[in-house]
DNA sequence: CTGTTAGCGCATTCAC
DNA sequence: GTGAATGCGCTAACAG
C-alpha cells in the first residue's frame, strides 16, 4: 500500500494534526518539528491522495467562465461546451458560472472581470481582447491569487497562468501553406478576411500567413485585408464587393467568424474561375461548405477540448498541482471533406455493452 | 448540498446497506424494497461521489497492455507513453502491467492475451492483429467479463468495448486528397508502401486512399503496393529498387513504418524531379525529414492521447459508467512543417507561476 | 432479507 | 505548539 498521513505520524514521531500543519503548510509548527516531518514525508515518498483531501474538505470550485455574446456559431458552441461542463458539475466538483459579455467590447469585459474578482472564484477562465485594461483587470485577479486562463484568445503581458487555445501563429502559416499547394501553377492574389485587430488570435494568423506567403509563394499578392467584424451581413456585402472588384482572385484566407457571409457571397458567384478557400471553425455553416466544395480547408480548435482543459488547468492550479502537460496542449485540427468527424448531438458514450 | 446515501436511506425508509445493495445491484433484496430505493434515488436525484466510493473500496484497476515489440520508433513511443501513465498510477489508482510480443505474430499474441486472462485484470488494451485466433482471445476475455479496448488498430468482428486509434480509412482518403491537390498538374505515378496487410489500419488506409485516388485524381496511376514489414533495412531497398524502376514517380504515400528506411532512400536520390511524400506518424526521424523538406505531410495519432484515453475507458467500462465521448475520439493529426508542435521531453507543466 | 458498525485517507474542530 | 477525536460519502464485514 501507498503511504498515508498516519505513515508519516509514526515514521516523524507526532500527530496526524502535526503532520496535516506541515503538508498544507500552515503556522503553529515548531522549525525543528517541521523538517522532522518534512524529512519523514521525503523519505516514505508519501503523495497525497487528492480524492480523500477534496472529500474530507467537501471542496468545490467555483469557477466563472467569461464568453462574447452575440450569435459568432463558433463562441455558442464554446458555450455549449460550458454548459456540458455544467452537467457534469457533481461529478468534477465545480460550480460554473457562465458571463456573456458584447464581442470586441473593452470597458464591458473589464467589468465582467472585475465581477467576477469580487465573488472569490476559484478561477477565471476568459476570451481576452488585448487591451492594457484587460491587462490591469486579470492581472488584478492574480493579484488576489485568483487562477487565470486564457480561451481561444491569448493575452500576451498579463499574469494569466495559462493558455487555452491553439497556437495561432501556426494556424496562419498553415493556412498559407496549403493555400499555396493548393494553388499549384494557378495565378491570382489572395484576400484576406477577418473579425477584428483588436483581438490577439485574429492578429497572429495574420502574421503567420503573411509570412509564409511572402516567403514561399510571392507569386500571389495579398490584397488589403478585409474586417468583417464577425458580422455574416457585413462579411458578405464586403466579400463581394471585392470579388466584384478583382475577379481573377485565386484564393481567399478567412481568418475569423461571420462565415455565413463568406459562403453566401461565393454562392452567388457564377460561371467565374475556383477559388481556393480556407476558413478556421467547424460550425454547421462551414462543415456544410466544406462538403459542397464551396470550401476547401476548414482549420478547427476542439471548443470542447478548451473548455476541459481550462477547468483541469484551473483546478490544478487552485490546488497548487502539476498537471499532464501534453494533454492541455490545443491541437490545430485540419479538416478536409475526407477527414470530417461524425456530428454529435450527445457528449455521452453508451457505458455498457454496445458496439459502436 | 447534494445528496447522500443518508438521505435516499431517510428518505426510503431503510438503512444505509440497503441503499447500497441497491446501488451496487447486489442481490438479497426484496423487490419491494429495491424500487422503494430505487424510488427516492430518482426524486432526490442522487448521483453517486466515485471519489468517495473508490476511497471506501480502496479500489486499484490492475491494467494491462499487451504491444508489439521491436525498433519501430512509433510502438516504442507508445510504450514510453504507457510508462509515463504508470508514473501517475498512484493518483490514477492504476496498477499497469506491459507486455510486449513480436509484432505480425498472431500466436505470441494470442498467448499474451490468454496469460492476461489468467491473471484477471480490471481490464486490457492490446495493439490488434485482425486474425480469427486473436478475435477468439479477445472474446474469451469478454466472457470473463473483461473489458477490452483495441489500441491504434482495431478488431472488427470481436467483441472489444472500444477503439483507441484513428479513423484509419479518413486518414487514407485524407492522404488522397492532400497528394492529388499537392501534386497539381505535375503527372507521373504513386508509389504505396504499406507495412503488412495482416493488421487492419494498414489495410484500411490503402482502402481509404486508392478510393479517392481514382475518384479524383486517376490521371496519377498506383504502381503495386510495397511491402516493407516496417522494417526500414528492407523499405530502404524496396523503395530504392522502386525509385529506380518508376523515375517519373511523383509520389510516395507510406502508411506504415520503418519510414527510417524510406528517408535514406529518398536522400539517396540526386538532381531527380522533386516527389510529394506523405507518411504517418511523428517520430524524431519523420520530424526531421518534414523539416528539411524530404517528406511534405506526416499524419499523425497522439499516442499520449490514444494511452490516456484507453485507460479512462477501461476504468470506466470496469465501473460500468459513461464517459465523456468527444474526449475519447483521437483525432487524426496533420502535420505541415509549418504547424508541428514543439518538442516535449517532459510530461510535466509547471505548478506554479511560471509563464508558458 | 435487512441493519449496525467500522474504516478508506485526509482535514478540522477542539482540548491540552 | 501539539494531540485526540470526529466526520466527509461510501463500502464491507458482521450481526440479527
Redesign the interface.
Known amino acids: 500500500?501507498?503511504p498515508t498521513v498516519h505513515d508519516i505520524a509514526a515514521a516523524a514521531g507526532v500527530s496526524l494534526a502535526t503532520v496535516d500543519r506541515v503538508l498544507n503548510q500552515r503556522a503553529g509548527v515548531r522549525t525543528v518539528t517541521r523538517e522532522k516531518v518534512e524529512q519523514a514525508i521525503e523519505r516514505i515518498g508519501y503523495?497525497r491522495?487528492?480524492?480523500?483531501a477534496?472529500?474530507a474538505k467537501?471542496r468545490v470550485y467555483p469557477l466563472v467562465f467569461i464568453l462574447p455574446s452575440g450569435d459568432n456559431s463558433f463562441m455558442r458552441g464554446l458555450e455549449e461546451q460550458v454548459r456540458a461542463a455544467i452537467g457534469?458539475s457533481?461529478?468534477e466538483r465545480t460550480d460554473i458560472t457562465v458571463v456573456t459579455v458584447p464581442a470586441f467590447n473593452v470597458e464591458a469585459l473589464v467589468a465582467a472581470l472585475d465581477e467576477a474578482r469580487a465573488g472569490s472564484p476559484a478561477g477565471v477562465a476568459v476570451v481576452a481582447i488585448d487591451s492594457p485594461d484587460v491587462i490591469a483587470a486579470v492581472d488584478r485577479l492574480r493579484a488576489d491569487r485568483i487562477p487565470v486562463v486564457t480561451l481561444v484568445s491569448d493575452l500576451a503581458g498579463s499574469?494569466r497562468d495559462?493558455?487555452a487555445g491553439v497556437?495561432n501563429i501556426?494556424?496562419g502559416?498553415?493556412a498559407?501553406?496549403?493555400m499555396g499547394?493548393?494553388l499549384?501553377?494557378r495565378s491570382g492574389p489572395v484576400a484576406v478576411l477577418a473579425g477584428s485587430m483588436l483581438v490577439r488570435d485574429h492578429r497572429e494568423r495574420l502574421d503567420?500567413f503573411r509570412t509564409?506567403m511572402a516567403e514561399h509563394f510571392s507569386g500571389h499578392a495579398l490584397l488589403p485585408v478585409i474586417e468583417g467584424q464577425d458580422d455574416p451581413a457585413l462579411v458578405e456585402r464586403l466579400v463581394g464587393q471585392a470579388l466584384a472588384a478583382s475577379p481573377e482572385i485565386a484564393g481567399i484566407y478567412s481568418l475569423g467568424a461571420g462565415n455565413r457571409g463568406l459562403i453566401a457571397a461565393l454562392k452567388r458567384r457564377v460561371n467565374a474561375a475556383p477559388v481556393c478557400v480556407i476558413a478556421h471553425e467547424l460550425t454547421q455553416h462551414t462543415r456544410a461548405a466544406l462538403n459542397d466544395g464551396l470550401i476547401d480547408v476548414v482549420l478547427n480548435q476542439?471548443a470542447?477540448?478548451e473548455v476541459?482543459s481550462a477547468i483541469r488547468v484551473l483546478k490544478?492550479?487552485a490546488d497548487?498541482?502539476?498537471?499532464?502537460?501534453?494533454?492541455?496542449?490545443i491541437?490545430?485540427?485540419?479538416f478536409?471533406?475526407?477527414?470530417?468527424?461524425f456530428e454529435?448531438d450527445?457528449?455521452?458514450?453508451?457505458?455498457?455493452g454496445r458496439?459502436?
Open positions: 500500500m501507498r503523495v491522495d487528492v480524492a480523500a477534496n472529500l467537501s457534469r457533481a461529478v499574469k495559462h493558455f497556437d501556426a494556424a502559416r498553415t498559407a501553406s496549403l499547394r493548393f499549384g501553377g503567420g509564409v476542439d470542447g477540448h476541459r490544478a492550479k497548487g498541482v502539476a498537471v499532464i502537460g501534453a494533454q492541455e496542449r491541437r490545430l485540427d485540419i478536409l471533406k475526407d477527414n470530417l468527424p454529435q450527445s457528449n455521452q458514450m453508451p457505458a455498457e458496439q459502436d
